[in-house]
């Protein structure tokens, strides 16, 4: 599958792993309804990394729980290759989940009672094509601390292995919100060294939130969000070497 | 004005209503077994003080063959004795229209011209009999119940060897039969056994004891010693043919009552504890939880600068308002039930009036105990988040420290899956927590056990008394000793197909300074019908020389086999009914025998011996004091008939009635109380399960939440907290198994008087059925926790921070 993916990527039009068309997401919250999404149209080509930024409340992350099978959407479409996910069940969602994708969120979320090779095997102990553990923990560059329980490692270290975790299935996208928010720089640059290098090694098609305006030159294209809508999307002519962000 | 505080606790109780629901019914439970157990306790102790009271139950009972009326004098001089009463009883065969069996009464007579000083009836309808009427009767009122006797009513006695019609002109109760159980019966049978009160006059034309008694009863002195009273009333009556006075102790229904009474106290001493306990446990998990929740909260009070008492009065407040739904749960119900069992006993228990003792102080014991135990179950958690800094309690706790079991590198742990690794390692994590969750849960089949295992041990009984030991039909007393002969008048009876003898002699067994007061019974050498067990409840033969005896006996006495023990003749039929001056002054005869084996017996204080010795060490022809009977069924009412006929025979005792009385009355009694049981059990299966579902739940969402990311369905997640609950619940049952098998043996233990021991019997289905009620009280709960996990929001909780 991932030597598939790879070939594709030399093509010269990439597949489209995305298309969203008109997504809009209503919270019914007692009185008041809070728009979260007012009209999203947006298309995630396969192998791209994709850099969502904005303001909290401008609908980011609605839109990556959506695309996720978190959540689900008011209405508008939302495709996932020919599949519309917008169409698919509690059931289904789980499976498509578990085959297509990994997330990656700003609370590392591990399950503290299971050491950093078990976290990930959690996640390979259900895949079809998983690779081993050690492999996508040597991937964020974690092979020295395979047997440490979360408790034992840094918050950098323990993004590091749910970015493992998130790809050790071999998904076709990687949803991150927030990787680095709880993160310094220093430790950040580490998970988005993890992260472009996943990305490039392994052709996932990767879908970044952030705040952070430095983070966005890393992307092949960037998007911004403001009041549940895409304001601006560029794409960066020239892309920024991980290490080489600072905030 | 309510302070936000209160009002935070207001909605703290509204949100976790399911979790103190389940704490407060296990609390509720142990109040209302607390209230239930000690106010029938103090209503039946409070009832039957009373009745003794008013009505002068006495404290010392004897039974002679014949005694001059001076000898009461004589006795009345005993230093310590306060009052005295003579009377005459005998057994007496009724024959009750429309009922084919004959019935046994006992006939007592009343003073004619005076008031009874002692056990004096309460007449409940009519009046006493006319002095010197033969032919009225006043009887006991389960008796007039049971036959629907109004006054008026008529019915037959054969006394002494003659059989009268009686006429019912009264209906009492007495303090002396509030138990009143017939002989060789097992239970009360009001049908088949009367008391019936005559006048004195009469019975002693009937009985030819004009101007004598045989039966005495006498009122001690307050702080006279009733060892010392008994032992001179011995010496006084010995030669009139006394057997050995006895004390309340040895009063039957007074024995029965304590051993009744005794049990209600054992309730209130064991099972409100279990409840106690683990409420407080739920209480000490619930707490610790919450107040990890709100560790952030109770850094930014602290921060606003509220006082550690005042966040601390905060969380005790919640404790109390939990234990006080308990108490008010548990003392509504243990009121409603305590009246209920009362008047279940005043059913079994004949009493004139019930007195309920409902004193407040035992719902404040019980309300202090709960929240005592509540609030000490809950200290530690309040203690641990008021010494926390401020600013330590705002920052998120650190992940839990997770260690490796040592064990991953085993083959068998390599292939179990990470979710069961999770569970396994949950539950190491906090083994303390564990611990008290299983001891918890093994409570509740504990329990179970202990309430079920004695319809095991009972059934057991049954069939060794029944089917086992005593075969015979029937069993018929003579008025006195009969001459071997009868046996033969007895066989040629319609429908009786076999008979076999036995004499009862009452004796007094010493073995150093331990004695006892009982009845040797003489069998003759290969008796098939009425046999006698040991102790793996083999039959078996009688030797030719010593005694056989139960270890109930033994144990009394501190004798094992091979061990000598003096045997008294109470019981000397020599001097029976004899007057003359040659027997006054007659030693009691006393013999030496040994222990010749320990055998088995559940009721009563057995002790055996060949017939033939038995007659020999008398120096006495050949005599029996009733015969066992094999009957055809298919003539009985033929061979009744026969019997109401025969003078000789004072009571009959019927195997098949007893049996089924003993079943009607079980099934009733067992079925309350069995129900009571699996509803405490239920009740505590569920709560602990429940709670230890919902705090995991609570601790575990992200972990649950990150699992539904990860692409794991509902049933996968729901398998992590299930497969850990379940690992709890099914270490808990051998537990359960063990902690059962503890309480029933300390029941059997507790059981155990001189009227009747239980055997110690718990059955594989009575193992099971806890099991499987503890599997179910625990699923249901666990179910109910898991529909909580399939809406589980994940967005939410993953994006909080801990």
Known sequence: ?247 | MVSVLDKKLLRDMVRLWAQALAIALVMASGVSTLILAVGAYRSLEETRSAYYERYRFADVFATAKRAPEFVERQILEISGVAAAETRIQEFALLDIEGMEQPATGLAMSLPDHREQRLNRIYLREGRLPEPGRVDEVTINEAFAVAHSFKLGAKFHAILNGYKRPLTVVGIALSPEFIYAIGPGDLIPDDRRFADLWMSEKAMAAMFDLDGAFNSISLKLLRGAREAEVIKQLDDVLERYGGTGAYGRKDQQSHAFLDAELNQLKSMAQVIPPIFLLVSAFLINITLTRLIALEREQIGLLKALGYRRFTIATHYMKLIVCIAFVGILIGAVAGTWLGQGLTRLYADFFHFPFLIFQRGMDIYAIAASISIATALAGGMRSIYTALTLPPAVAMSPPLPTHYAHLGIEKLQVVKHLSQLTIMAIRHIIRWPVRSGLTILGIAMSGALLITALFSLDSIEFMIDTIYFQADRQDATLNFTQERPVKVLQEVEHLPGVLAVEPYRAVAVRLRHGHYHRKLAITGKPPGADLSRILDRENRPVELPQSGLLMSERVAKLLHVTRGDMVDVEILDDSRGQGSLDATSIGTRRSTRRLPVAGIIQSYLGLAVYMDLRALNEMLDEAPVVSGVHMAIDDSQTDKLFAAIKGLPAVSAIALQGASLAKFHETLATNLTIMTTVYVVLSVIIAFGVVYNSARIQLSERVREFASLRVLGFTKAEVSHVLLLELAMLVIAAIPLAWIIGYGFAWATVQGFESDLYSLPFIIKTDTYAISALVVLGAAMTSALIVRRRIDRLDMIKALKTRE
């Open chain 1, 1 to 247: 599958m991932a030597a598939r993916k790879t070939k594709s990527k030399s093509k010269a039009k990439p597949d489209i792993m995305f298309k969203v068309e008109g997504l809009t997401k209503v919270y019914h919250t007692g009185e008041l309804d809070i728009h979260a999404l007012s009209g999203v149209d947006l298309t995630l080509y396969e192998g791209e990394l994709a850099v969502l930024l904005g303001p909290s409340g401008s609908g980011k992350s609605t839109l990556l729980n959506i695309l996720g099978g978190l959540d689900v959407a008011s209405g508008g479409h939302a495709w996932f290759r020919k599949d519309e996910i917008t169409q698919l069940g509690e059931r289904e969602l789980t499976r498509y989940r578990r085959d297509h994708v990994g997330f990656v969120f700003q609370f590392y979320n591990l399950i503290p009672s299971l050491s950093a090779r078990e976290n990930v095997a959690l996640v390979t102990e259900i895949s079809k094509y998983p690779m081993k553990p050690e492999e996508a923990l040597g991937l964020v560059g974690l092979d020295h601390r395979l047997d440490h329980f979360p408790a034992q490692l840094s918050g950098g270290e323990q993004q590091r292995v749910a970015i493992a975790r998130a790809i050790a299935k071999r998904p076709e996208v990687l949803l991150c919100d927030e990787p680095t928010g709880a993160l310094d720089s220093k430790t950040g640059v580490h998970v988005l060294k993890a992260l472009t290098s996943v990305n490039e090694e392994l052709g996932t098609t990767t879908a970044v939130i952030t705040h952070n305006m430095a983070i966005a030159d890393i992307a092949h294209r960037v998007f911004h969000f403001g009041d549940g809508k895409i304001t601006k999307t560029y794409t960066n002519k020239r892309r920024v070497a991980p290490d080489k962000v600072q905030w």
